[in-house]
Antibody
Framework: EVQVVESGGDLVQPGGSLRLSCAASEIDFSNSWMSWVRQAAGGGLEWVAHINHRGNEKYYVDSVKGRFTISRDNGKESLYLQMNSLKVEDTAVYFC?????????WGQGTLVTVSS | DIVMTQSPDSLAVSLGERATINCKSSQSVLNSPDNKNYLAWYQQKPGQPLKVLFYWASTRGSGVPDRFSASGSGADFTLTISSLHAEDVAVYYCHQYYATPRTFGQGTKVEIK
């Protein structure tokens, strides 16, 4: 059964850091591009970053460039998002999803709240 | 960035009736070399993972009922539910993967009238 499970969301102060994880199974992880997408409360979807199957191609939305880092461990079938210098506007549910051309196999998301 | 604009923002449809959602992109997402439209449609229900309904503008995703159809090319796309079922109440998003950053429409909420 396909499973994508995000974790690591928490309440953090502005300027703080957080590392999100995404554990995947049955999705051919090591051969798949993987993405992070976020959704603010009551809002729409915003693509954050994606990474190729080898981990040597990474792309980010401008608003997180220089602050967020996407990475992966194919041996552990896991995706990560290191978030530094967090801002109030980063508050959202963060989803992990497989894909480069269209996104399938989404997780349920993990909530990141940035507030003092 | 490619801006995706959906219309309407919400619609209420009677059970068994048709629901139509439009999506316009600020530039074409048709890739000439492969003649494919780099567009997907998703369904989001509370408490459930997002589900891909269509990719490449009109290729049905796994397990998507036949009452859902999608069409369009270039910069204009449509998602149609031919006969609304209660379980179709959700928010629907279009998404372009033609360019980075990837972008989504603002979403269309479908409710029962």
């Amino acid at each position: 059964e396909v499973q994508v499970v995000e974790s690591g969301g928490d309440l953090v102060q502005p300027g703080g850091s957080l590392r999100l994880s995404c554990a995947a199974s049955e999705i051919d992880f090591s051969n798949s591009w993987m993405s992070w997408v976020r959704q603010a409360a009551g809002g729409g979807l915003e693509w954050v970053a994606h990474i190729n199957h080898r981990g040597n191609e990474k792309y980010y939305v401008d608003s997180v460039k220089g602050r967020f880092t996407i990475s992966r461990d194919n041996g552990k079938e896991s995706l990560y998002l290191q978030m530094n210098s967090l801002k109030v506007e980063d508050t959202a549910v963060y989803f992990c999803a497989r894909g480069h051309y269209g996104l399938d196999s989404w997780g349920q998301g993990t909530l990141v709240t940035v507030s003092s | 960035d490619i801006v995706m604009t959906q219309s309407p923002d919400s619609l209420a449809v009677s059970l068994g009736e048709r629901a139509t959602i439009n999506c316009k992109s600020s530039q074409s997402v048709l890739n000439s070399p492969d003649n494919k439209n780099y567009l997907a449609w998703y369904q989001q229900k509370p408490g459930q993972p997002l589900k891909v309904l269509f990719y490449w503008a009109s290729t049905r995703g796994s397990g998507v009922p036949d009452r859902f159809s999608a069409s369009g090319s270039g910069a204009d796309f449509t998602l149609t539910i031919s006969s609304l079922h209660a379980e179709d109440v959700a928010v629907y998003y279009c998404h372009q993967y033609y360019a980075t950053p990837r972008t989504f429409g603002q979403g269309t909420k479908v409710e029962i009238k």
